[in-house]
């Protein structure tokens, strides 16, 4: 777990402990299903919690909470998708809070930035580079020597460019300075299996979306995108990054459900309850989290952008630095130079 994290996870135990209540007055009576549109592949780590979340939420609400399947253009397809919708509070989205933050910045989407979404986070989760299990590459150390001197021919399985996976392998490539040849899939669990398979020689994908290969022995885990080791029941320590990169900068990677600004007062006021009194104290999200390698971390409204914004500003102004900034952060109101927000 990084330092920031923990000192993340820390603000939100002391800001956001609420009394649950086995019964709250529900502002907001939805009168037919939700969707709540994953614009990413099955089995990928949005997906995974997404799925996780949604009967909590259905048996809160009383309506069936769906989850869509909308894979496309690293999410940027299934998104738009969402902020196209009526804003009637039927249509959510869900995803890692950077991607909806900076599509504007990589170009995906346009006209859009974190306050275009009412943010509702659950997990924080980590990268791992793992390799097949009979792979050429026994440690972290050996594939860094590969990528530096063979480049294009090393191969890195990833949901897209500005996947988890796509962005943590962009960062690896930018602190180390090496290049890569990546291969895309319509989710990590896709690029996770295909990496299993042979399909490609690498993959950075996150940690939830690998742990039943490197439990099976179809993946070897490399490292961990953290200065502290993570710990999988029935697997060695995953060794963090900084044992080879100690000056990598790193912030947690929050994931949740995103509704779109302009719904209904109401519909908001009883989401902020049901996250309070359901998903905070929920033991199916803490189990999948403990399980799979993910930290429960569950927030909401000004607490979970703030939470939010550092892994937001790394991923912005990451992209300037890549060359990959179609517009540049500060359309969104972070300025690179100081890496802070301006708005």
Not at 136 to 145: A, K, T
Not at 212 to 235: F, M, T
């Amino acid at each position: 777990m990084t330092r920031v994290l923990c000192t993340a996870l820390a603000v939100s135990a002391s800001v956001v402990a609420m009394t649950a209540s086995a019964a709250f007055a529900q502002d907001w009576q939805p009168d037919r299903p939700i969707n709540i549109i994953v614009p990413w592949g099955a089995g990928g780590s949005t997906d995974q919690v997404t799925r996780v979340t949604a009967p909590i939420l259905s048996e809160a609400l009383g309506v069936e909470v769906i989850v869509v399947n909308q894979p496309g253009a690293s999410g940027a397809i299934g998104t738009q998708e969402v902020l196209n919708a009526p804003r009637d509070g039927y249509t959510w989205t869900a995803n890692a809070i950077a991607n909806n933050a900076t599509y504007s910045v990589t170009g995906l989407l346009e006209d859009t930035n974190i306050d275009d979404w009412n943010i509702y986070l659950s997990v924080a989760n980590v990268p791992v580079v793992s390799v097949p299990a009979d792979s050429e590459f026994e440690d972290f150390g050996q594939l860094l020597e590969a990528l530096k001197s063979r480049g294009q021919d090393i191969t890195i399985a990833t949901a897209g460019v500005t996947s988890s996976g796509g962005t943590a392998i962009a960062a690896l490539s930018d602190e180390a300075g090496f290049d890569y040849n990546m291969i895309t899939y319509d989710g990590g669990g896709p690029a996770a299996i295909a990496t299993a398979s042979g399909e490609a020689m690498v993959t950075t994908q996150l940690a939830v979306e690998q742990t039943e290969l490197i439990r099976g022995n179809r993946l070897r885990a490399l490292a961990v995108l953290s200065d502290q080791p993570l710990s999988l029941e029935g697997v060695d320590p995953i060794p963090p990054i900084t044992n080879w990169l100690p000056d990598m900068d790193l912030a947690p990677d929050y994931f949740g459900i995103f509704i779109p600004a302009g719904v209904p007062d109401e519909v908001i006021a009883t989401m902020d309850k049901i996250w309070a009194d359901q998903v905070q104290n929920s033991d199916a999200i803490k189990t999948y989290a403990e399980t799979f390698g993910a930290v429960f971390a569950p927030s909401y409204g000004d607490e979970a952008r703030a939470l939010a914004m550092p892994v937001v500003i790394l991923e912005a102004c990451s992209s300037v630095e890549r060359g990959e900034a179609v517009n540049d952060p500060s359309t969104i109101g972070i300025d690179c130079e100081t890496r802070t927000e301006t708005k």
